[in-house]
């Protein structure tokens, strides 16, 4: 399997708090954290992707939605945490296919633990993540949307 390792930067981010319900529900915790970042439409200048993340909080217990806000966003009233940014192996897979999903989560985990160069780089707010990248134009026409999952790494010894 072929990987893309990637560099992401620090950001601040606006952030869903941690639902241990997993309810992406119009009245859940990630429901009204979808519909916050869903109706921001930032400027060609901040329309890059990824803005958003989705990771499971291994702490905490649950779900965690963020929003890479720049200066003049709104962070909604939604709590703003300081992202670490760093190092990402990811690779991409057709949401929902958990079986392809996890295949390939268990090779990316063989690429890094059999690497002489990088190592998982896990820690309190900088799990694995997830993110669609596909266009909402071309899910539309399609009718289905890439996955890219971002797996922490960094260089061994550092």
Same mark, same amino acid.
């Given at each position: 399997m072929e990987f893309r390792i990637i560099s992401l930067p620090a950001f601040k981010a606006a952030s869903s708090g941690v639902?241990?319900?997993?309810? =992406?529900? /119009?009245?859940?915790? +990630?429901?009204?954290?979808?519909?916050?970042?869903?109706?921001?439409?930032?400027?060609?200048?901040?329309? =890059?992707? /990824?803005?958003?993340? +989705?990771?499971?909080?291994?702490?905490?217990?649950g779900m965690v939605w963020i929003w890479a806000l720049s200066e003049d966003m709104e962070d909604g009233g939604n709590e703003v945490i300081n992202f670490d940014g760093g190092c990402y192996l990811t690779y991409t897979y057709k949401d929902g296919d958990e079986a392809t999903n996890e295949k390939l989560y268990h090779e990316a985990l063989n690429y890094i633990e059999t690497s002489d160069i990088i190592e998982m780089d896990v820690r309190a707010n900088h799990y694995a993540m997830g993110h669609i990248i596909t266009?909402?134009?071309?899910?539309?026409?399609?009718?289905?949307?890439?996955?890219?999952?971002?797996i922490p790494i960094k260089l061994k010894n550092s």
């Open positions: 639902d241990k319900n997993f309810d =992406f529900s /119009p009245t859940g915790v +990630l429901g009204k954290f979808d519909k916050y970042f869903s109706a921001i439409k930032p400027s060609d200048r901040d329309s =890059f992707l /990824p803005r958003d993340f +989705l990771y499971f909080d291994e702490e905490k217990q266009p909402a134009e071309i899910i539309k026409a399609q009718g289905w949307a890439q996955m890219e999952t971002f």
